[in-house]
């Protein structure tokens, strides 16, 4: 693992604390996603937070300036501290860790849906609800439409996917065939 994963999982952590001790846990979260969200959607904010030769007090200055009304004080204060401590390029990897941290403590799970059509709400409600059975936690579901598959559905939840896919299907039969003959 390396140093700067590591240090973000820190920062990550003493955010959650603080955000648990406020009751603002999922807030937190959406704060610091929408903000990261809106320094990569402004190609010249992006390129300004993350320059060398600018110093940290202009850096942060600017970010209280754009963001104050809209972002609270701990979600602030990271950004600032990963500023002041050169982390600027870390700012995704915390609020990724976080996003887990927060995850778990709250029972959640994230999981994207890739299907070839665009799913109905019944029929993601049922992916929604097989899943957390599946897993123990209530899924928060992320439908992709990803036009290589040919049929069925690929469900990925942290670092596990779930294929029951048409071509994940086709994989597995042509593995078994092989086997059978093999003996």
Do not use: C, W
């Amino acid at each position: 693992m390396s140093q700067d994963t590591i240090a973000a999982k820190r920062y990550a952590q003493a955010l959650f604390e603080v955000a648990r001790d406020q009751n603002r846990i999922v807030q937190i979260e959406q704060e610091l996603a929408s903000t990261i969200s809106a320094i990569h959607d402004h190609a010249d904010l992006y390129k300004l937070i993350r320059h060398p030769g600018i110093g940290a007090d202009v850096k942060i200055g600017l970010i209280k300036q754009i963001f104050a009304s809209q972002i609270s004080e701990p979600v602030l204060n990271t950004i600032g501290l990963l500023i002041e401590r050169r982390r600027e390029e870390s700012l995704e990897a915390v609020a990724k860790a976080y996003t887990k941290i927060a995850s778990d403590a709250l029972g959640l799970a994230n999981a994207t849906v890739y299907t070839a059509v665009e799913l109905t709400e019944a029929e993601l409600e049922n992916i929604r609800t097989t899943f957390s059975q599946l897993t123990g936690k209530q899924i928060r579901l992320e439908s992709v439409l990803d036009k290589n598959l040919l049929g069925g559905i690929q469900v990925r939840i942290g670092d596990r996917l779930y294929d029951g896919s048409l071509a994940g299907k086709l994989e597995r039969l042509h593995k078994s065939l092989n086997q059978t003959q093999a003996l």
